[in-house]
């Protein structure tokens, strides 16, 4: 959804797989592109990260023919 526009919007369906592989390396990368950071700051050690990746089987938007 984008933050000024609620009727804009993009669904993503299909079936989902959770995994731990690359999850924490995945968490720094993004810490680098959005916080300037090499590692995610906010980790706890006690918290398990995941990754979810979705094979997408339908893709639905709206809000984008303006």
């Given at each position: 959804m984008?933050?000024?526009n609620a009727y804009q919007w993009v669904s993503v369906s299909g079936p989902a797989e959770?995994?731990?592989?690359?999850a924490d390396a995945?968490?720094?990368?993004?810490?680098k592109k959005?916080?300037?950071?090499?590692?995610?700051?906010?980790?706890?050690?006690?918290?398990?990260?995941?990754?979810?990746?979705i094979r997408p089987?339908?893709?639905d938007a709206s809000g984008f023919d303006e």
């Open positions: 984008h933050p000024e959770l995994t731990t592989e690359g995945q968490i720094d990368h993004l810490a959005y916080l300037g950071q090499d590692e995610y700051p906010w980790r706890n050690p006690e918290e398990q990260r995941i990754t979810v990746k089987e339908k893709v």
